[in-house]
Each structure stands twice: as structure tokens, then as C-alpha cells.
């Protein structure tokens, strides 16, 4: 039953388990049908996936992939067995074991191994520290390689060493056409402009190309696009995933000035130590900067429960900041040992409740947005009147809730950072915690930090990950592909003073970078998944993407930055699709059509999917027949002859010009068609499988 969970998608259902299955498990099941009960209930133990998928009196109690036949959650549905006997579980729990046994009812547990206490778990640091993510990174000299023209610089020496060592030539650079359109994409999510494709054409100058980096990098559309990314991980919504009634209380309906922050601080390329600080710590580094404070929206506007204050719903809001604090910018799932220590990475229990204890001091404030607004106290009373986010509260040390249960409290856990992330224990004294918390993640001897992020920008320009599982450095996570060159940009990242920009100009501007998207067969009977990056992956585009560049093409994109959310199927909608609201609850139907991720929790990478259900979404959207509207007007507008029109409608779109078969099948269709066929022409073109892609 323990399944394979090296990969991105098995790291995070183990992920899964640990944070929302194993828990009930202990609270709710151990008592009776585990180890340790006096006498184990209807000969099923569940303690052991072993035993578990063994079953007991009453046949198999789990079959993976298969919730119609797995008795144990007919038992928590109270659905012929009643389990536990003192009361059926919410739906969330229904929901969550439903959601874990279809996908394969991942169990990381090992069989016949009990959880070991506070008190007997015994980690030799020395030895966990020599991991190599647990090891700071140092600069590498590139390696000599046997073809010295290709390297445009560092990173290349290292791509380059790895390709030869397996007898693998790089590919040739892409043209100038799709480099462009790569480039655009991948900086500002928006497809290049025709007279911006022949202008680049048209420039055969060595700085070309740089000249075109650095205008995309400068232009307001790149902290558009770049911010999305950081949305992502920092699990960005604007309400909750459940709703009593008409109370609103736990909303956020200007979460968009959060967003508003993080699109500032990248426009200016802050410095991205400065850029954690921030977010973790704004309102102790500069208390009279109130635009500063909004970026505590990466804390304040994640999920909340009702029953404020219960101590079970607390302790679920802690795992919430512990998971997104560690995995969105340590890369490591501490929040999987909250419940007993870390089964496979060296994070004590005691760890996970000294970071926990740094947020049970913190407390979410709804500051007004207006000195007119009505108050509750110190705050203001409507959700709608507020900016959601955090002010020192009480400081306190947890006690470790053994077994992840509030009502059993063990040793008492100091706040402080990691352990295995130090060479020796750092606690936290002043106030929650949270600016040394900010501190200690950011200080150059961390060794994860700057290697997380570095591994983030990579995996957006190149369409790989260095580290293939982007939110998880521990030993489920894999290894690096190439982990001198990991290294070594992480250290000169911060050398060039932790600038975002700074790396993804040296990234774009690499050789490995440039490279065609083309397959040969030779070079893929070697490295089939292109591990060793010998061209550059052919990509899907995001549904943001995709949306902006449909509205791009039908010339009807408001470039306004920043403001409140908006509705992204509205066909009048002309804003970036950034600015889409974003509902835990209730999901826009066009975002979770195209593999938006869910805003409940962080998310390390978009899971793509292809459906039948996507084309006949845009075949019927409302949304993508105005734009097909507007596009068939706008190349009536462009004028000429119809062959010209058709060559502009490609240029538009794909950046190139028809060929004679497509330019023959477009007349044919067009030539007797009126308006109508421009308008049918023009949706057939957007939502076409070119209109996703870019080479």
C-alpha cells in the first residue's frame, strides 16, 4: 500500500496523508483499532498500512482508487458501519479521505513501525547535515568541456559538461522568431507585437538580444507575470474553501492589495531576502510604512476556520503558515511532523511546534481601509472595509501536541528555527518571533533559501526544474540534475544582491536557453526526459497565459497594473487574468477548466491536464466568442486584400506568417462567408493547439 512517492505528484500525496489523513487516523481511530488499544476492535488495525489494507472482520478497509469499496470510508460516512461510535466526522474529512483513496490512498507509513515519541527520537545532526541540500552552497569552477564556442557563460560550462559526459551535442540555437515569442512569454506572459517581431527581425546586431531582455525585463507587464508565480506558492485566495450562511467574516475582498504589493516590489526588483522580510516581518522592520504592512498578506490571507479560537481549529491555521512558510521557501515539509517526527527528513516534532509557536503568537487584524469606516474595537468591523494582515500578539511556546492531539500536550518546544538548517539551535526572543523567523531563513549560511528560489526561476524559463520537485529538498524529494550548477547560481544570486532580475537575465541569456525545442531521436534514446536539457522543452501555456494572450491578439487587453479582482470568463473582462478573483471556495469555472492550482494550499507547479471538456469550454465560452468578435473586426480594420488579413490574423497570434496550405483553406472557407465566417475563422484560430504553445 506505501506507494511509490519520489516523484513531484507522489511527494505531494504524501504530503497529503501526513497533513490531513494520518491525523484523523491518531485522533479518531487509534484509540480503538491500533497497537496500543487494550483490545483491537473488529481485527482491523489502522496504525499499519499493512494491516490496514489487510482488513479486518468485515473484509479490506481500503482499496486504493476505489472509494465505493473502501469500508473505511463508508464507516466515516456512517454508511452501513459507524465509525468513530461517538459522532460521524465533517464533510471536509469525508471529503479529504474521498479525494486520498482516489488517488491511489498513498500511505508513507512503514509497516509494523510505531511513531516514536518526543522523547525517544534520537537524530545524529552531524550525520543528517551531511544530505547534500543540508550543506550551504559554494561556487564551482566550470568544468572544462571539449567544445568551447558554445558556452555563452557559467551556467552553460556546466550544462554542456554534463551533455558530453553522455556523448550528447546540444541542439541548435531556436530561430529568431521563436526566440522572441519564448522570450515575451516567458517575461511578460504576452506574445510580441508584429511591429515588435520585425523590428527584433530586423536587428542582426550582437546586442540585439540582450537589448530585447532588457526591455522585456524593465516593461510593467514583467512584475505582472512574474507575480502570478509568487501567488502560487504563497496559496493566494480571497475567501475560504467554506462559508455559514451569509457570514463573510472570514473573507478578504481586498486581498488585491496584497497582490498590488507583491507586482510593486517586483517591478522594482527587490531584493528577494528583502522580499521575505517583508512579507513575514513588514509591520517590525518599518511600523509607520502602511503600504509596507500589506505584504503580511502572505500570513494573513491564508485559510481560516470558523469556531475562532477552538484549539483544534488553531492548530490546523499554524500547520497552515508552518507549510507555506517551509515548503514555499525552505523547501521542506516540516508540517508532516506535527503529528510525530519527520519519517524520512531529519525534523523533530519539537521542530514543527517551535515554528508553529511563532504564529500563535501572531494575530490577524482587519485594518481599515479608511479612517470613515465602521469599528469593532481596534479593527474594522466589515471584512469589506479591511486589508487582512498581522500584528504581534501574545508570545508563546507551544507545547508539543503529541500525536497531533490538542488535548494531549507533552514537552514544551522553545520558538526557533529548524535544527538541521543551523550548525547550532537558533531560538527566537523577541516579540512572536517573526523577524528573526524572517532572519534566519534569509542568512547566507541557510543552505536552502536562495537554492529554492534559484530552482523556481529555472523551472519557469527552462520548463524543467533543476530539482524535480520544486517545494521538497528533503530525501522524498528528488535529487539534483545538475547540483554544481544549482549551486552555483544560488551563490552568485546572492553575490549580485538577491536580484530576481539579475537571474533570469542570466538565465535567458544562456546558450542552454537559446536552444530549439526540436526532438532527435538519437539524442532522445539517451535522455528520453531530457534531464540533461539538450534542447529546451516545447510548453503549455498557463491559462493566464493563454487568456492574456487571446485578449492581446483581439486588441481588447487593459494594461491598466493593479487594482481589485474581476470575473475572467466575463466576455467584457479586458483585464490580465492576475486580476481574476481567485475563491477557494468556488473556483472560477475557466481557471479550474485549465489546471489553475487549488488556492487551499501552496502550490510548488502547475499539473496539466488535456480534456475534451477544455475544447467545448472554449468552443461554447462566452468570453472567447466576444474576443473572436473583436479579432474578426480588428482584421477587418487592418484592410487589404484578404490574403493580407489572413497573414496579419497569423502574425497576431503565432507570430508568423500562414503557410500556402493554410493561406489556401482560410480563402476557401472566407471567400463567401461575410462576417459570420470572420468571426468562426477568428474563434478556430484562437483556440487552436498553436494558440497554447510555445516552442
Known sequence: MALCASTANGSEQTEFFEQKIRPVLVKHCYECHSEEAETIQGGLRLDDPGAMQRGGDSG????????????????????????????????????????????????????????LSLSESKIDWDEARKFWAFQAPSLHDPPATLDQSWANGTLDRFVLAKLEQEGIAPNPPADRRTLIRRLSFDLVGLPPRPDQLDAFLADDSPAAVPRLVDRLLSSPEHAERWSRIWLDVARYAEDQAHKVGNNDSLTYPNAYRYRDWVIEALASDMAYDDFIRMQLAADLIDPEDRWSHLATGFIGIGPKYYRRNSPEVMADEWEDRVDVVARGLLGLTVACARCHDHKYDPIPTSDYYALAGVFAGTRMFNRPINDSVEMNDDQAKKPGDAVHIVREGEPRDLNVMVRGDVNNPGPVAKRGFVTVLSARPIRFENAS?????????????????????????????????????????????????????????????????????WLQREIVLSSTYAQSSDIDP??????????????????????????????????????????????????????????????????NPMLASFDFPDPNAHSSMRFETITPLQKLFLLNSPFIVRQSDALAARLEQHGGSLRSRIEHAYRLLYSRRPTSAETHLAEVFLADGGRDAWSQYAQTLLISNEMFMVD
Open 433 to 501: 518571533g517573526r523577524g528573526e523567523l524572517a532572519e534566519a531563513i534569509v542568512d547566507r549560511a541557510n543552505p536552502l533559501t536562495a537554492r529554492v528560489i534559484v530552482n523556481r526561476v529555472w523551472q519557469h524559463l527552462i520548463g524543467q526544474p533543476i530539482v524535480g520537485t520544486p517545494s521538497n529538498f528533503g530525501a522524498l524529494g528528488e535529487a539534483p540534475s545538475h547540483p554544481m550548477l544549482l549551486d552555483d547560481l544560488a551563490v552568485r544570486f546572492m553575490d549580485n544582491g538577491w536580484s530576481l532580475k
Open 60 to 115: 479490506t478497509a481500503v482499496t486504493p482508487g476505489q472509494p465505493d469499496k473502501s469500508l473505511l470510508l463508508a464507516a466515516i460516512r456512517y454508511d452501513g458501519l459507524e465509525m468513530p461510535p461517538d459522532g460521524p466526522l465533517g464533510e471536509d474529512v469525508v471529503g479529504d479521505f474521498t479525494h486520498w483513496i482516489k488517488l491511489g490512498a498513498v500511505d508513507p507509513r512503514n509497516s509494523e513501525v510505531n511513531p
Open 522 to 587: 538519437a539524442k532522445a534514446s539517451i535522455d528520453p526526459e531530457n534531464r540533461l536539457l539538450w534542447r529546451i522543452s516545447r510548453r503549455r501555456l498557463s491559462v493566464e497565459g493563454y487568456r492574456d494572450a487571446v485578449l492581446s491578439a483581439a486588441g481588447r487587453l487593459d494594461r491598466q497594473v493593479g487594482g481589485p479582482s474581476r470575473q475572467p470568463d466575463d466576455p467584457e473582462s479586458r483585464h490580465r487574468t492576475l486580476y481574476s478573483e481567485i475563491s477557494r471556495m468556488d473556483l
